[in-house]
């Protein structure tokens, strides 16, 4: 009976240790399997100031390695605390946020946005819908269009870059001004200022912790600008309303033929530039 009670009790204890090596290896499987679609990527623990060095930061633990999963990785998002030594933010770093690397420079002189050259790094805020409710990235392409209300004074000299010179004067013949060089606008027009700018850096309202999704609120921009669709948004800033579109990857160089908006506008000067 002895005999037979230890091989049932090690039968028991077999069987148990089956039971631990299956699920073992299941949770050995699934952790493999998250793994392999995500990458280690460094975030930190607080919020950190624009101007702020790094070094000290790094001295009290701040940062940390998290995992990401690949769809979701920022492009140039730092992965080593290695790539923070000697820094300074050029922008915020939020809490449990990806850093671009982007968003940290060597100190004065440096170009921590990557500008172009030849062009210049515009800062833009806009809200909302307006800023594609959250959704633009650093490195995305988008239009900024400019809506002039009815009656604003516009002058020939910023009308040029949007219409060709017989548009021009088809409007001259049909709008008011004691000046031959301004214009009053005699509808709202609706058109795309800079038919395609790259995005440099962009804080957006913090995501939704539950869905993952933007919130409501304002979206900061640097904008990699040539000099004269900067002076043309700064221009738009005070005169008009502005309103972002997100490009495809397909199409980062904006569309040839954008759709005009206003009817009575577009019968004075023509649909097409041209």
Do not use: C, W
Not at 36 to 50: C, G, H, K, P, R
Not at 124 to 138: D, R, S, T
Not at 169 to 179: G, K
Not at 248 to 253: F, G, I, L, Q, S
Request: hydrophobic letters at 40%; glycine letters at 8%.
């Amino acid at each position: 009976m002895r005999s037979r009670g230890l091989v049932v009790a090690i039968a028991v204890v077999l069987a148990v240790l089956a039971a631990v090596g299956v699920i073992v290896y299941t949770s050995s499987v699934r952790e493999n399997a998250t793994l392999d679609n995500t990458q280690q990527v460094v975030t930190s623990s607080v919020d950190i100031a624009a101007n702020s060095p790094l070094d000290p930061l790094i001295e009290q633990g701040v940062f940390k390695s998290t995992a990401i999963p690949n769809d979701a990785i920022v492009p140039n998002a730092v992965t080593d605390v290695s790539q923070l030594q000697g820094q300074v933010t050029s922008a915020p770093i939020y809490q449990n946020e990806q850093i671009p690397i982007n968003r940290i420079s060597s100190g004065p002189g440096s170009d921590p946005f990557g500008i172009s050259p030849g062009n210049l790094a515009l800062g833009l805020e806009i809200n909302g819908a307006a800023a594609v409710n959250g959704y633009v990235q650093q490195g995305s392409h988008v239009v900024l269009f400019a809506t002039f209300k009815q009656g604003t004074l516009v002058s020939k000299q910023s009308l040029k870059f949007f219409l060709s010179g017989g548009q021009i004067s088809r409007l001259q013949n049909s709008a008011s001004s004691t000046n031959p060089n301004l214009f009053v606008m005699p509808t709202d027009y609706t058109f795309p200022l800079v038919p395609s700018i790259k995005v440099l850096a962009v804080t957006n309202p913090p995501a939704d912790s539950s869905s993952g999704k933007p919130t409501t609120g304002t979206s900061d921009f640097v904008l990699d600008a040539a000099p004269s669709d900067a002076t043309n948004v700064i221009f738009a800033l005070s005169h008009a309303t502005l309103y972002m579109g997100l490009l495809p990857p397909d199409a980062e160089k904006g569309y040839s033929q954008p759709g005009t908006i206003g009817a009575p506008f577009a019968r004075v000067v023509g649909v097409n530039k041209g």
